[in-house]
Structures are given as structure tokens and as C-alpha cells.
């Protein structure tokens, strides 16, 4: 296998494994580039990384990289506490993307840790975007 491919799916793991909450119901999330449509209380994830920086020389150097996941929920604006229930959210994704070192097939994930953007407000919607960064090495 590839670092690529082992990386996106031990991130596709992780995000299946996520579970955020809202008003009792879990939100469904969608790869950015998944085929979907935009309705209703939702989670949109895309995945950014670094090239891969080898660490020694060799026909198939260790490699690692780093980047992060970006969760953009997203709240149809028809309530007077979205505030709350948007920092509710981002508290679920810090619960759930603790600091911490594990290791999935060929790849060894640090998450180093998780911020949220300011709240926004943009068409039908208000939302947060959360960035969970991540180092990965390829053993």
C-alpha cells in the first residue's frame, strides 16, 4: 500500500467512529467530495496534508507527514441558541479527538490537537469549523 491510501483510510475510520450529536440525533457528515446534498443539520470533512518529507535515504524511505482534518458543522439558522449549540459541537470534537498517539495498519497518527474557528453565519446556515491536526508516519 501507499501512505496516501493507508492515511485516507485510517482517517475515513476515525471520521466513521466520530459521532457529534444535535438535539439528540447524530449529524450525518460528508466527505466534501462525496456526492451529497446540503440539507438539514450536517458535518462537511475534507482532509489537507503536507508532502510527504522521507527520513533517510533508500529505494522505499520511512515517510511522514503532517495536516488536518476539517469538520465544517453546519445548523439551519432557526434558533436563538445556535451559539450554544455550535460550542456544544466543537466541545463533542475535542472529546473525541483527544492529544494522543495510536498506531492503524501501516500508519502511526499523532493528533496534536484540535481548534475551532470563530461562528459564522452564511446563507441558511451557521456554522464552526473545527481543525483536528494530525503528524503521520508511514511504517
Not at 483527544?98 to 497518527?109: F, L
Request: charged fraction near 15%.
Amino acid at each position: 500500500m501507499s501512505l496516501y491510501l493507508d492515511l485516507n483510510t485510517t482517517l475515513r475510520k476515525a471520521v466513521n467512529a466520530t459521532t457529534l450529536n444535535y438535539l439528540g440525533s447524530p449529524l450525518p457528515m460528508y466527505w466534501a467530495l462525496d456526492d451529497y446534498t446540503e440539507s438539514g443539520a450536517h458535518v462537511v470533512v475534507t482532509k489537507e496534508t503536507t508532502d510527504p518529507n522521507p527520513q533517510s535515504m533508500g529505494s522505499n524511505p520511512p515517510q511522514d507527514l503532517s495536516g488536518f482534518l476539517q469538520l465544517v458543522i453546519k445548523l439551519p439558522r432557526t434558533d436563538d441558541t445556535l451559539d450554544a449549540y455550535l460550542s456544544d459541537l466543537a466541545g463533542q470534537v475535542w472529546e473525541q479527538f483527544p492529544v494522543s498517539t495510536y498506531q492503524d495498519g501501516n500508519i502511526k497518527m499523532v493528533i496534536n490537537n484540535v481548534s475551532a474557528g470563530t461562528h459564522l453565519t452564511v446563507g441558511g446556515y451557521a456554522s464552526v469549523t473545527m481543525r483536528i491536526n494530525f503528524n503521520a508516519m508511514y511504517c
